[in-house]
């Protein structure tokens, strides 16, 4: 992680999120839906503390969640709804896959390849 791998805290639940397949942080950033220059001002939660972005997550390593309100899933578009799950469950996805590889990697790398070509 960023500031030199010590970490980051909730801005939510003030906890630690200790690794970046819990941080929503790097889930928006591995998306497109952070500025890759704001990445480092940002502010960091745990995945399960912006459930809105979470709800999205389908993957037998993360626990299905329900947002509450008028952005929960039931409540959204179907198609945007289905884009939402495709591209969140992709970036999730993707943590993992940076966390099982190499752990120097170049940050700009981390993003889905479609977000890495609107960056170039």
């Given at each position: 992680?960023?500031?030199?791998?010590?970490?980051?805290?909730?801005?939510?639940?003030?906890?630690?999120v200790?690794?970046i397949?819990e941080?929503d942080?790097?889930?928006?950033?591995?998306?497109?839906h952070?500025d890759?220059?704001?990445?480092h001002?940002?502010?960091?939660r745990?995945l399960r503390?912006?459930?809105?972005l979470?709800?999205?997550?389908?993957?037998?390593?993360?626990?299905?969640?329900?947002?509450?309100?008028?952005?929960r899933?039931?409540?959204?578009?179907?198609?945007?709804?289905?884009?939402?799950?495709?591209?969140v469950t992709?970036?999730?996805?993707r943590?993992?896959?940076?966390?099982?590889t190499e752990?120097?990697?170049?940050?700009?790398?981390?993003?889905?390849?479609?977000?890495r070509?609107?960056?170039?």
């Amino acid at each position: 992680m960023a500031k030199c791998d010590e970490g980051y805290r909730c801005d939510v639940c003030g906890g630690d999120v200790t690794s970046i397949v819990e941080s929503d942080l790097y889930l928006r950033f591995v998306i497109g839906h952070l500025d890759p220059e704001k990445l480092h001002v940002a502010p960091e939660r745990h995945l399960r503390c912006n459930p809105v972005l979470s709800q999205c997550i389908r993957d037998e390593r993360f626990d299905e969640i329900e947002a509450d309100g008028p952005f929960r899933l039931s409540e959204l578009d179907p198609k945007h709804a289905a884009d939402m799950i495709d591209l969140v469950t992709r970036g999730y996805r993707r943590l993992w896959e940076i966390i099982e590889t190499e752990n120097d990697r170049d940050v700009t790398e981390y993003p889905l390849p479609e977000v890495r070509a609107r960056y170039q």
